[in-house]
Nanobody, 120 residues
Framework: QLQLVESGGDLVQPGGSLRLSCAAS????????IGWFRQAPGKEREGVSC????????NYADSVKGRFTISRSNAENTVYLQMNNLKPEDTAVYYC?????????????RGKGTLVTVSS
């Protein structure tokens, strides 16, 4: 079965950190551009970050630049999103997805999401 599974979402205080994981089963993540996007209640989907197949190219939404870092471990078939200095406006369900094209277009697979809540 081909799937992506996100994990690592949690309740965290403002200023805190979380690391999200996106693990693939049934296919090799290295064959795809991988991205994270998020959706908060009542808001439109927002692309957060994208990483190229080989890893050297990354991009970020302006809202998370300097605070979030995307990385990939091909050995673990996993992509990570390190989130630092979290803000209440980062509260959302975070999804990872596998794309055919850079930067993050032509979605092939997506996970079911993991909830991040930033609140004191």
């Amino acid at each position: 079965q081909l799937q992506l599974v996100e994990s690592g979402g949690d309740l965290v205080q403002p200023g805190g950190s979380l690391r999200l994981s996106c693990a693939a089963s049934g296919f090799t993540l290295n064959n795809y551009v991988i991205g994270w996007f998020r959706q908060a209640p009542g808001k439109e989907r927002e692309g957060v970050s994208c990483i190229s197949r080989s890893g050297p190219n990354t991009n970020y939404a302006d809202s998370v630049k300097g605070r979030f870092t995307i990385s990939r471990s091909n050995a673990e078939n996993t992509v990570y999103l390190q989130m630092n200095n979290l803000k209440p406006e980062d509260t959302a369900v975070y999804y990872c997805a596998a794309y055919s094209f850079w930067p993050c277009s032509g979605m092939n697979y997506r996970g079911k999401g993991t909830l991040v809540t930033v609140s004191s």
